[in-house]
């Protein structure tokens, strides 16, 4: 938009205040720099203004059904990539009214200065949300005791590996099939600091998100010497999904979502369990505080998704878990066995979580060593 196309319909009033604030971010101003688009009082109270900040697949109707009974319409989407993709576009005043990141990310996003804490008691299924979950790091901060994140899906990193090609004893899955040689050129793996953890837990550090600097550096080597064997490394779970179902590959990490999709296509499938332990992701919403909605719409969407019916479309089309236990009770044992969730709670009880590492700030360029072959 030109300048005097902007000024003329500011004049005439024939333009949003989102619009007034990604056209000021196109002309380089800060949104965080103009205090009349972070007034309260000048809140959108519009339900079509809230804009959630997701990762693409959480835009779809079946999980607003609450906000849209409520209000007749969806609020607005924009995806990203990647948690610190996010975080570096609302910093300078990308207007994102929620985010989705996960609970390793908390802490990193507050001290960017770019969250609201949130409050509980206007989340209607707090309560309900499973007790572990509630309680664990990333969802309230120690150093300020505020509640900064209402955990929404959680899901578990694991391996995928076609039955047709790799017949073994599930008795015998492990995190060190990655890195078995026989299996050189069919192997894909995530491209990032996951990759990390599941090396680790293949040369058998219980938790690698407490794991040493020394662990660390022979977790690294591991990953170093296995990448000859990947095929590629993987930033959308669709690449490697693809890749399996044409047989380019025959095993890779994976999330939940993957093997449901390639098993709902006929592909035979397994996504292992494997003796070391499944590592398990808990994401959530955030409030920021360069949103441009009002609070209550932020609340609605919030309570939207904790709905259990949001909670029943979560598992049964997307294999992950959800935050508030009442939403299990919606799907069916057989479903459930299907999905390898059977027993929730016990998943959850011995699940190693991901949570923040004391030298994660290293995880990055290790990674980036591992990947430049260094």
Avoid at 192 to 211: N, R, T
Avoid at 277 to 304: F, H, K, P, Q, R
Wanted: hydrophobic share 40%; charged share 25%.
């Amino acid at each position: 938009m030109k300048i005097l196309e902007f000024k003329s319909r500011l004049a005439n009033r024939d333009i949003t205040r989102r619009q007034i604030n990604q056209a000021l971010i196109g002309f380089g101003i800060s949104a965080m720099a103009t205090p009349m688009l972070n007034n309260p009082a000048l809140a959108s109270s519009d339900p079509s203004d809230l804009v959630m900040y997701t990762w693409s697949g959480y835009e779809v109707e079946q999980m607003y059904q609450p906000y849209v009974k409520k209000h007749g319409v969806m609020p607005s989407f924009n995806f990203f990539s990647g948690q610190e993709e996010a975080m570096h576009k609302v910093r300078p005043g990308y207007a994102a009214d929620t985010m989705h990141p996960c609970t390793t990310k908390t802490k990193t996003y507050r001290d960017a200065g770019i969250l609201k804490p949130l409050d509980p008691s206007r989340i209607e299924e707090w309560g309900n949300i499973w007790p572990r979950l509630q309680t664990m790091a990333g969802v309230t901060l120690e150093d300020d005791g505020l509640t900064y994140l209402m955990p929404f899906d959680w899901g578990n990193t694991s391996i995928c590996y076609r039955t047709d090609v790799i017949d073994r004893d599930p008795s015998e899955e492990s995190w060190s099939w990655l890195f078995d040689p026989r299996y050189a050129g069919r192997i894909s793996m995530q491209d990032g600091i996951g990759s990390i953890s599941a090396g680790a837990l293949a040369l058998g550090v219980k938790d690698p998100y407490q794991m040493t600097q020394a662990e660390l550096d022979k977790s690294v080597k591991y990953l170093q010497d296995q990448r000859s064997m990947v095929r590629f490394y993987w930033e959308s779970p669709t690449e490697f999904i693809n890749a399996m179902a044409n047989g380019e590959i025959d095993m890779a990490m994976c999330w939940n979502d993957a093997a449901v999709s390639l098993k709902r296509d006929g592909y035979p499938v397994r996504m292992a369990s494997p003796k070391e332990g499944m590592i398990t992701w808990v994401c959530g919403l955030v409030m920021t505080n360069v949103g441009e909605a009002d609070e209550g719409l932020v609340y609605d969407a919030l309570n939207s998704l904790l709905a259990p019916e949001t909670g029943f479309f979560l598992i049964d089309e997307y294999g992950y878990g959800h935050a508030n236990e009442k939403a299990f009770d919606l799907v069916s044992t057989e479903r459930l066995e299907d999905l390898g969730i059977s027993n929730p709670s016990a998943l959850i009880a011995d699940s190693i979580f991901a949570s923040p590492s004391p030298i994660r700030d290293l995880w990055d360029k290790a990674w980036e060593d591992v990947k430049l072959g260094l």
